[in-house]
């Protein structure tokens, strides 16, 4: 497992990479304050990052909450602190993990499996979810570009249909993008013409 070593410690860091190391872990970089380990993170990309809480620039928690929402890596803290309000907000920024120092090691390599596995668990759900939003708003714009055809030229619901899945096929599009097509070209025939007199005296103000 690739993992990052976040901690203001210099000795709390040793400590924790030579555990990972003894373990098979490979310790793909270290920081010492919660921006360092932010972009160190995003540019290695590791299965999961292990962060003290206290560190300057960031705290660890800040750190966490914004690998887990861009999914960068799934995150593990690692503190001397089990104040209340510290597991509270380290629940709300997503962390997978909230384990005491002085640690055990086979306890945080149990922590660090479960944590990347509720992960990707997590990923594949922000991905079925995006899925049906956008089936959701797909499904708008065609029910919308019915109305219209139907609207315009006479139509029932299923010629009007047909005709946008006879015209994604022949471009090989999605039927949102013809759906987007047809509503852009049938509202723009429904706009109110201006009258002369607007349109000259819009000229006139020039």
Not at 59 to 78: F, H, P, Q, T
Not at 150 to 159: G, P, R
Not at 162 to 179: G, W
Request: contains cysteine; charged residues 35%; glycine residues 4%.
């Amino acid at each position: 497992m690739r993992v990052l070593v976040a901690d203001d410690e210099w000795l709390v860091r040793e400590e924790v990479k030579a555990s990972l190391q003894e373990l098979g872990h490979v310790v793909v970089g270290e920081a010492g304050d919660g921006e360092t380990a932010l972009q160190l993170a995003k540019a290695t990309r590791p299965d999961v990052a292990v962060l003290d809480i206290r560190m300057p620039a960031k705290d660890g928690i800040e750190v966490a909450r914004e690998l887990v929402k861009e999914g960068v890596c799934a995150a593990v803290l690692l503190t001397a602190y089990v104040l209340p309000e510290f597991v509270q907000r380290a629940t709300e920024a997503g962390a997978f993990g909230y384990l005491t120092k002085p640690f055990d090691p086979k306890t945080l390599d149990a922590a660090l499996h479960i944590a990347v596995a509720r992960f990707h668990e997590f990923r594949k759900l922000q991905e079925e979810v995006s899925e049906l939003e956008e089936e959701l708003a797909t499904r708008k714009l065609v029910e919308r570009a019915k109305g219209l055809l139907m609207k315009h030229y006479n139509l029932d619901e299923a010629e009007a249909y047909r005709i946008l899945q006879r015209r994604s096929m022949e471009t090989r599009k999605p039927m949102r993008e013809v759906a987007e097509a047809v509503l852009m070209a049938l509202e723009l025939l429904e706009e109110p013409a201006e009258s002369p007199r607007k349109s000259r005296k819009r000229k006139e103000d020039r």
